[in-house]
């Protein structure tokens, strides 16, 4: 059973950058999917940033293109969310997730949800002044 541990939350100023990582043990099927989502006080959680491992294909929430990065050490056992130009508006707990396919994020365009199986416990970010 794969297990995902965050790391590398903080607090950090607005037009700052941080990363976050996350540690991946017990999967053993190098086709699986990875991302990102975060879930701010009060709102829905969100897809952030996936990467379809087996083709190399990354997606990206269009509030945070061109801002993050999503990144696979080649051992594929941490996960990494490189954020810049940090925004209030980024303020959330980050999870990573897994799963067995980026099927409905390739089809949407944006991570999805469904698609995964494993989640973390999370790390938290604040963009604050």
């Known amino acids: 059973q794969v297990r995902l541990v965050e790391s590398g939350g903080g607090a950090v100023q607005p037009g700052g950058s941080l990363r976050v990582t996350c540690t991946v043990s017990?999967?053993?099927?190098?086709?699986?999917?990875m991302g990102w989502f975060r879930q701010a006080p009060g709102k829905e959680r969100e897809g952030v940033a996936s990467?379809?491992?087996?083709?190399?294909?990354?997606y990206y929430s269009e509030s945070v293109k061109g801002r993050f990065t999503i990144s696979q050490d080649n051992d594929n056992t941490t996960l990494d969310l490189q954020m810049s130009n940090l925004k209030p508006e980024d303020t959330a707990m980050y999870y990573c997730?897994?799963?067995?396919?980026?099927?409905?994020?390739?089809?949407?365009?944006?991570?999805?949800?469904?698609?995964?199986?494993?989640w973390g416990q999370g790390t938290r970010v604040t963009v604050s002044s």
């Open positions: 017990g999967y053993t099927d190098s086709r699986y999917c």
């Open positions: 990467l379809w491992t087996v083709y190399g294909l990354k």
């Open positions: 997730a897994a799963g067995e396919h980026c099927i409905s994020t390739q089809i949407a365009g944006a991570p999805r949800a469904g698609d995964f199986r494993g």
